[in-house]
């Protein structure tokens, strides 16, 4: 029996081209090429580079690849079935020659520094059932052989720098549950013949250079039962439509599609996806209106549509999504109220509407929402105070760019009714501070910056006016904006800019509030009476097109500032680029 076991070994290493050393102890297949100097013996082994000595134990050891000696290997009835040597540090590549290890079923080699091109005799190992390659350097295309294996169940080849298309004959491996070539160079299309898989069940393709239209074939047979739970094929250049047919696949718990440059519309078909978790087709171009039959998505905890051009009104029906944590419609053309039943929603977490055209009040049902610690509804056409649970739990750049919103910050305190009958109102109590110069003030409070794009108001004839404790006077026009000089004292000032009329500053608050006002040369200026007469027109006009002033001040010398609400840059460029 042992001399036809020696015969059989002789006859397999002739085929494979390798000379034999036959151990006493084990019938593992052994070079005899330096195998007392180097880890060699191992036929891909060669060429792997070592630089962390984490094989030392293949070096002069003297013993049979299964002697149970050796790290990282696995054996079976004295034959290597696994290979595991990951974050080794390992360096090199790996050649042809591991196709000689036919009992080989994991190899796992991910997060090393290996590169060159990834063996094509994998795909003719009949065991093989895992390749884990991630997080290397391998480069060259997927061998299409891979499809061959008949048992083959997971590759996952991401972050490395793989190039070239998909090969369409991976779905022949009908056992082929994972696959992930996220993070690489990859470029074409999907493969029509991966949308047809009923094995798959995770599916990452992101992060590649893919492009095309997305196959509109998947679940191709409605009889048959697809596995697909997780498909994302997010930063890529797809084009085209979003397919109809993904809403055949009704094991699919989360979908990514984000930054693409899909179009058209959200079909209606992605409400049957009872079991989706979570949905992000942010960064695209699609448009019309937020279909009615995602509130069929019972099971959604995340939904990302932020930087479309979706319009119309978010569905009341939204509050049939539960369990939705993340609701993100940053950045598209949604208008109208924001429906009251968003507040029913208890699980929400984060909800940022921020850079829409909604209108009317915030809903007081959002402030009550539990476990919401994240909101954003800055840049919209919102009016009215803002709740005071939001106001008190959230800074200002969560409503700035509403003109008419207020009560969120000590620069948009909401104003007073006034109240029957003559009164004389209490003075508020002197805050605890530092006494500051008259020209301190001024350079605290000064700065402006023009702001475009602002929504028009009709004007209003009531003035409201503050004295400071270092005298002068503020004079508001409409809008939220209701503050003294006192407030201003312990501000902090920042020079914007400076011109022949005056300069600029930015003034922050102690609440986080910005403030913008523009302080003019005193030599250029009208005089008092007159300044008042021409700054009191201009304060009450409102045109879209021309700059809002919200106040005036005028210093116990002369001083003369203009104020205005604060906007960021990044909103100018906002306007301009994209609305």
Same mark, same amino acid.
């Given at each position: 029996?042992?001399?036809?076991?020696?015969?059989?070994?002789?006859?397999?290493?002739?085929?494979?081209?390798?000379?034999?050393?036959?151990?006493?102890?084990?019938?593992?297949?052994? !070079?005899? @090429?330096?195998?007392?100097?180097?880890?060699?013996?191992?036929?891909?082994?060669?060429?792997?580079?070592?630089?962390? /000595?984490?094989?030392?134990?293949?070096?002069?050891?003297?013993?049979?690849?299964?002697?149970?000696?050796?790290?990282?290997?696995?054996?079976?009835?004295?034959?290597?079935?696994?290979?595991?040597?990951?974050?080794?540090?390992?360096?090199?590549?790996?050649?042809?020659?591991?196709?000689?290890?036919?009992?080989?079923?994991?190899?796992?080699?991910?997060?090393?520094?290996?590169?060159?091109?990834?063996?094509?005799?994998?795909?003719? =190992?009949?065991?093989?059932?895992?390749?884990?390659?991630?997080?290397?350097?391998?480069?060259?295309?997927?061998?299409?052989?891979?499809?061959?294996?008949?048992?083959?169940?997971?590759?996952?080849?991401?972050?490395?720098?793989?190039?070239?298309?998909?090969?369409?004959?991976?779905?022949?491996?009908?056992?082929?549950?994972? &696959?992930?070539?996220?993070?690489?160079?990859?470029?074409?299309?999907? !493969?029509?013949?991966?949308?047809?898989?009923?094995?798959?069940?995770?599916?990452?393709?992101?992060?590649?250079?893919?492009?095309?239209?997305?196959?509109?074939?998947?679940?191709?047979?409605?009889?048959?039962?697809?596995?697909?739970?997780?498909?994302?094929?997010?930063?890529?250049?797809?084009?085209? @439509?979003?397919?109809?047919?993904?809403?055949?696949?009704?094991?699919?718990?989360?979908?990514?599609?984000?930054?693409?440059?899909?179009?058209?519309?959200?079909?209606?078909?992605?409400?049957?996806?009872?079991?989706?978790?979570?949905?992000?087709? #942010?960064?695209?171009?699609?448009?019309?209106?937020?279909?009615?039959?995602?509130?069929?998505?019972?099971?959604?905890?995340?939904?990302?549509?932020?930087?479309?051009?979706?319009?119309?009104?978010?569905?009341?029906?939204?509050?049939?999504?539960?369990?939705?944590?993340?609701?993100?419609?940053?950045?598209?053309?949604?208008?109208?109220?924001?429906?009251?039943?968003?507040?029913?929603?208890?699980?929400?977490?984060?909800?940022?509407?921020?850079?829409?055209?909604?209108?009317?009040?915030?809903?007081?049902?959002?402030?009550?929402?539990?476990?919401?610690?994240?909101?954003?509804?800055?840049?919209?056409?919102? #009016?009215?105070?803002?709740?005071?649970?939001?106001?008190?739990?959230?800074?200002?750049?969560?409503?700035?760019?509403? =003109?008419?919103?207020?009560?969120?910050?000590?620069?948009?305190?909401?104003?007073?009714?006034?109240?029957?009958?003559?009164?004389?109102?209490?003075?508020?109590?002197?805050?605890?501070?530092?006494?500051?110069?008259?020209?301190?003030?001024?350079?605290?409070?000064?700065?402006?910056?023009?702001?475009?794009?602002?929504?028009?108001?009709?004007?209003?004839? /009531?003035?409201?006016?503050?004295?400071?404790?270092?005298? /002068?006077?503020?004079?508001?026009?409409?809008?939220?904006?209701?503050?003294?000089?006192?407030?201003?004292?312990?501000?902090?000032?920042?020079?914007?800019?400076?011109?022949?009329?005056?300069?600029?500053?930015?003034?922050?608050?102690?609440?986080?509030?910005?403030?913008?006002?523009?302080?003019?040369?005193?030599?250029?200026?009208?005089?008092?009476?007159?300044?008042?007469?021409?700054?009191?027109?201009?304060?009450?006009?409102?045109?879209?097109?021309?700059?809002?002033?919200?106040?005036?001040?005028?210093?116990?010398?002369?001083?003369?500032?203009?104020?205005?609400?604060?906007?960021?840059?990044?909103?100018?460029?906002?306007? &301009?680029?994209?609305?």
């Amino acid at each position: 029996m042992k001399e036809r076991l020696n015969e059989l070994l002789d006859l397999r290493a002739r085929l494979a081209g390798t000379k034999q050393l036959r151990s006493k102890d084990d019938a593992a297949i052994l !070079p005899t @090429t330096d195998f007392y100097s180097s880890f060699s013996w191992l036929p891909f082994g060669h060429e792997l580079v070592d630089p962390k /000595g984490f094989l030392r134990s293949w070096n002069n050891s003297g013993i049979g690849a299964c002697s149970g000696g050796l790290a990282g290997i696995k054996c079976a009835r004295r034959l290597v079935i696994v290979i595991q040597l990951p974050w080794k540090g390992l360096g090199g590549r790996v050649t042809e020659k591991i196709g000689q290890l036919q009992a080989l079923r994991k190899l796992s080699l991910h997060d090393n520094a290996i590169g060159g091109a990834i063996p094509s005799s994998l795909g003719l =190992l009949p065991n093989l059932r895992g390749v884990q390659l991630f997080n290397n350097r391998f480069s060259g295309s997927i061998p299409p052989t891979l499809g061959l294996s008949p048992l083959l169940q997971s590759l996952d080849f991401c972050n490395n720098s793989l190039s070239g298309t998909i090969p369409a004959t991976l779905a022949i491996s009908t056992r082929l549950f994972r &696959l992930n070539f996220s993070y690489n160079s990859l470029s074409g299309s999907i !493969p029509t013949s991966l949308t047809q898989s009923q094995s798959l069940i995770f599916l990452a393709l992101e992060h590649n250079n893919l492009s095309g239209s997305i196959p509109d074939s998947w679940g191709g047979n409605v009889k048959a039962l697809y596995q697909l739970q997780s498909l994302t094929l997010g930063h890529n250049s797809f084009s085209g @439509t979003i397919p109809a047919s993904l809403g055949n696949l009704s094991e699919l718990q989360e979908i990514s599609l984000s930054h693409n440059n899909m179009a058209g519309l959200i079909p209606n078909e992605i409400g049957r996806l009872s079991r989706l978790r979570t949905l992000d087709f #942010s960064y695209n171009a699609l448009n019309g209106s937020l279909p009615a039959a995602l509130s069929n998505l019972s099971n959604l905890v995340v939904l990302n549509l932020e930087s479309y051009h979706l319009d119309h009104q978010i569905p009341a029906a939204v509050n049939k999504l539960q369990k939705l944590s993340v609701l993100n419609l940053r950045n598209n053309q949604f208008a109208g109220p924001i429906p009251a039943t968003v507040g029913n929603i208890s699980f929400l977490t984060q909800v940022d509407l921020s850079q829409n055209k909604f209108s009317g009040e915030i809903p007081a049902s959002i402030g009550d929402l539990p476990n919401l610690s994240s909101f954003n509804v800055s840049y919209n056409n919102l #009016s009215g105070p803002v709740p005071t649970k939001l106001a008190q739990k959230f800074n200002a750049s969560a409503f700035v760019g509403n =003109l008419e919103l207020c009560g969120y910050s000590a620069l948009t305190q909401c104003p007073i009714p006034p109240s029957p009958g003559p009164s004389t109102p209490p003075e508020s109590p002197a805050k605890k501070h530092h006494k500051l110069s008259t020209k301190d003030i001024i350079l605290i409070a000064a700065g402006a910056l023009l702001i475009s794009g602002e929504k028009g108001t009709p004007p209003t004839a /009531g003035e409201v006016e503050a004295a400071g404790e270092a005298g /002068g006077k503020i004079v508001h026009f409409d809008g939220p904006m209701v503050f003294t000089a006192d407030d201003l004292l312990c501000a902090t000032a920042e020079i914007m800019g400076k011109s022949t009329y005056g300069t600029v500053y930015k003034a922050t608050l102690e609440d986080g509030s910005v403030a913008a006002v523009k302080r003019l040369r005193e030599k250029i200026t009208k005089g008092q009476r007159e300044f008042e007469t021409e700054v009191n027109i201009l304060g009450k006009i409102r045109h879209p097109n021309l700059l809002a002033m919200r106040a005036y001040y005028l210093g116990p010398k002369g001083e003369k500032l203009l104020l205005f609400n604060f906007h960021p840059f990044a909103f100018w460029c906002s306007f &301009l680029l994209d609305n």
